[in-house]
Each structure stands twice: as structure tokens, then as C-alpha cells.
């Protein structure tokens, strides 16, 4: 052990404070949220709410909690996010695996990464997009969540940087011995892309947790909608709801206001994601880093 130098301790313990003021200031507004989400409809209006709950109360997750709908729309909002990452994972995984290779091996490759960089820039449209999406049949079903942007270009270039950087050899010695494109695919380049693998998962898994105007537009049965979709309605439902509810419901609901409940439906919306990252961060910042270094 080297005796750490007089400089050497300031740096650390200046690095260590102000690592921990951006933590804060990552984490501080989330516990904000929380505070109000938790607080009573009176301090929550009359903004006496900072880091801990004023009135405490459950109202606002008790009126999510207590819907039926509430638990369709997060188990809409699970399957998307499964199936979404799935076909999203495969169709990068084998559009990247032939456009890593050289113009030796894949001679029409410049012309099909050109082809896919055109459409980082320009986009057909939302009314052409939606009318597509109709004549193919996709309109009010989860399906229509998925296909029109099956493909993430950008995390496609992501990865297929990454595969470049894996040594050629790898690919020659499993060619030898007989193995063919999808062996190698399989078995050499994805085993060793975990780190790409996990950081284009998170930002596949964020956009589909997040995604909430889609399904207004292609879907027509409220029962359908993902969690955020549902939850970015509750608040024009609740309105509306509050001219026909009985005299019961106006005092169960006597704590509960706009601010609380759009402070709860942040929270819980961001939750899920808060509670994966930190099993994936460790692969997250080297899959940037490697990722994103070679054309």
C-alpha cells in the first residue's frame, strides 16, 4: 500500500463530495415527488411540501391502488415492454451482425447503412405512419406498439460499432471450423457484447416503459392502453368524474387533488426503471464508451 500524498487525499475527498452533490441532485427531486404524492391535498396546494410528507396520507395510490384498470394497463404496459424489447433486441442483433463486416465480405454494405442512416433524419410522418399502421391491420392491438418502430437505428449503429471491435480472428477461426453466420452470431459476437447489449436493452426497456402518446393514437379500447397512456388520461377522467360522484366519494377522495395524483402516477411510472438500472449500470457506461468510439 503507497502512502497516499497530501494532494492526493484533497482530491479524493473533493471528487467524493461532489460525486455525492449530483447524486443528490439526481435523487432529491424524486423524493420531492414522492413527499407530495404522500401529502395532504391542502400542503401539497399550498406548496408546504419539501423532502417529507406534510398530512400524511395513501389517498392518491389508494385511488391508482383500488382501479381495476390501473393493473390491466401495467400488465398492458409489462407485455409491451417484453415483447417490444424482444423484437427490438433481435431485429438489431441481425441488421448490425452483417453491416459490422467489411466491404470485402458484404459488398452492398455502404449502400445499406446509408439506406438505414436516412431514416435517423427523415421520417415519413405521423399521418403516413398511421395510415400505415391501419391498412396493415395493427389498429387497436398491442402489435401496433411494437412494429412501427421495431427498429431503433441508433441502437443499431451502437451495436454494430461494438462488433467491430471484436477481433476478426474470432470470426476467421469459427469460419474454419465450420461454423456459419448465425453460429457466430450467437455464439461468439453476442456472448461477448454484454455490455452493448445491456445499455441498448435500458434505452430499449426506458422507451417502451415511457411510451404513452402511441397509444392514444392507434389504440381504440381504453382496456388496451399501456400504463402511461392510462395514467396521462386519469387526470381529464378524474375531472370529468368530479361533477357526477356522490357525497361518499367526495370524502373518500377529500385529500386527493391534481397535484398529488400526477405527483403519484410520476413516481410509479419512473419506479420500475429506477429498480432495474442499478442491475445493469455496472455494463451501461462501458457499452457507451465502446460503443459509440469507431464509424
Known sequence: MHKLTMSR??????????????????????????SISLSSNTAAMAGEVKLWPVGFNLDAYRYLGEKVEFFRSLWVSVERVVLGTAVNMLLVFITAFPLSKSTDQFKQRTLYVWFFAITMFF?????????????????????????????????????LNFFRTIPKELDEAATIDGAGHWRILWRIYLPVSLPSIATIGLFTIVGHWNAWFDG?????????????TYLSTLIMSLNSQ???????????????SEKTLRTAQIFMGALPIMVVYPFLQKY???????GSVKE
Not at 16 to 33: D, E, K, M, Q, R
Open 9 to 34: 487525499r484533497v482530491f479524493i475527498i473533493c471528487n467524493t463530495l461532489l460525486l455525492s452533490a449530483i447524486t443528490l441532485l439526481g435523487v432529491i427531486p424524486f423524493i420531492h415527488l414522492l
Open 123 to 159: 421520417g415519413g410522418g405521423l399521418i403516413p405512419t398511421y395510415i400505415i399502421v391501419k391498412n396493415t391491420g395493427l389498429i387497436d392491438s398491442i402489435w401496433a406498439l411494437i412494429l412501427p418502430g421495431a427498429l431503433n437505428v441508433w441502437n443499431m449503429v451502437l451495436m
Open 216 to 228: 392514444i393514437l392507434y389504440l381504440n379500447s381504453p382496456e388496451k392502453y399501456p400504463l402511461q
Open 242 to 256: 368530479m361533477t357526477s360522484i356522490s357525497i361518499e366519494q367526495i370524502q373518500a377522495m377529500e385529500n386527493l
Open 284 to 290: 451501461f457506461v462501458k457499452g457507451m464508451t465502446v
